[in-house]
């Protein structure tokens, strides 16, 4: 093997990444039978990544760990006894080792091809956000055209997915966001409403709503903004939480509970992924690369940065921007 040695960013300990994070050349074995190694093309930065390197997230790495969940990259090498021709197809990288790495040893049946005509920044970004962006549309209501669902969070990947696939089918949106700066682009990317997630957003919600329906609140801030959604949905309207970027409790109006029967449960990519199987994933990323294919979704992309600039990368991800930052070779 050509490769021995590879750069990943490591961590020895749980805590802030900016502060336990490390880039390290680590070794790489030879290949074994039936294993590839796969260069990476790029690598997402999401906030469950922080929250695994923070030791905050639903399940954690032994330690030490590489950091990173999600990323694409080309196949350089194969080892013997590898069925297929694999060399130079661009596959996803298997997550449980880390993807914030340069290079990675597979096992050849745990490939997942992405098709070539899906850019690598955008299959980079498809299993995590775009997948529970379509499970949060099909799974919680009977979402019908002309119908309406409100989310905090508008300008997050999932929030920009939301907006794109829910225009697609028919479906109006209703966005909160923190920042004035985000409205004209969230209406660039088909947002029908966008508001600032204070006190009077609701009553904005519903004007802009009318008699329509609006039966599902999309939440992944907590606090006070579950304030927003629940006075927004429709009577019997479901409140789906799948994140809680403040870290506070979600606060729900008890008025709405009694007199408007709304709904409140939870969501997690990951379980649904154990709890339907390795077939049910694949068609579901399948569906994301159409919908990337057809033109339908495009995750805003803030900036691509080397493993070498990761402290600039982390710093850029936590601060005010319209997009995803990633890694990648460039
Ligand atoms: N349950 C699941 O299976 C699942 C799957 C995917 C994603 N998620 C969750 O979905 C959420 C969005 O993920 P993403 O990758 O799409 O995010 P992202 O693109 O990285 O964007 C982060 C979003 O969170 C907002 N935010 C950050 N800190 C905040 C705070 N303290 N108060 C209010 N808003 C805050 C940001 O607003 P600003 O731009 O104004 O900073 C931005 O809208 C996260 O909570 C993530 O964990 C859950």
């Known amino acids: 093997m050509a490769e021995t040695k590879c750069v990943a960013l490591v961590h020895e300990e749980f805590g802030k990444p900016e502060e336990v994070l490390r880039l390290q050349e680590v070794d790489l074995a030879p290949l074994q039978q039936g294993e590839v190694l796969i260069r990476m093309e790029a690598a997402a930065i999401h906030p469950s990544d922080l929250g695994m390197v923070g030791g905050s997230y639903g399940h954690l790495r032994e330690l030490p760990a590489v950091g990173g969940r999600e990323g694409v990259g080309t196949v350089v090498e194969v080892g013997s006894g590898v069925p297929g021709s694999w060399e130079g197809k661009r596959v996803r990288l298997p997550e449980g080792p880390g993807v914030w790495r340069s290079m990675q040893i597979a096992r050849a049946e745990q490939l997942s091809e992405v098709p070539a005509e899906v850019p690598a920044d955008q299959a980079a970004l498809s299993a995590v956000n775009p997948t529970t962006a379509i499970r949060l549309l099909s799974d919680f209501a009977d979402l019908q055209e002309g119908d309406w669902v409100v989310q905090n969070a508008g300008n997050s990947a999932v929030g920009v997915a939301v907006i794109q696939l829910a225009k697609a089918r ?161």
Request: hydrophobic share 40%; glycine share 10%; with cysteine.
């Open 170 to 330: 028919g479906i109006k949106t209703a966005s909160l966001v923190r920042r004035e700066e985000l409205m004209k682009p969230l209406q660039e990317q088909g947002a029908d409403l966008v508001v600032i997630d204070d006190r009077s957003a609701a009553e904005a919600i519903r004007e802009a709503r009318g008699d329509a329906r609006m039966p599902l609140g999309l939440n992944s801030i907590g606090g006070s903004s579950v304030l927003n959604l629940a006075q927004s949905v429709s009577d019997v309207g479901t409140i789906v939480t799948f994140g809680g970027m403040t870290g506070e409790k979600i606060r729900f109006p008890t008025r709405h509970l009694i007199f408007n029967d709304i709904r409140f449960c939870g969501f997690w990519m990951d379980k649904w992924n154990q709890k339907n199987g390795a077939r049910a994933q694949q068609d579901l990323l399948n569906e994301v690369y159409r919908e990337i294919l057809n033109g339908s979704l495009k995750t805003p992309v803030e900036k691509v940065y080397p493993l070498a600039s990761y402290k600039e990368a982390l710093e850029h991800n936590g601060s005010g921007r319209f997009g995803k930052v990633l890694f990648g070779n460039v």
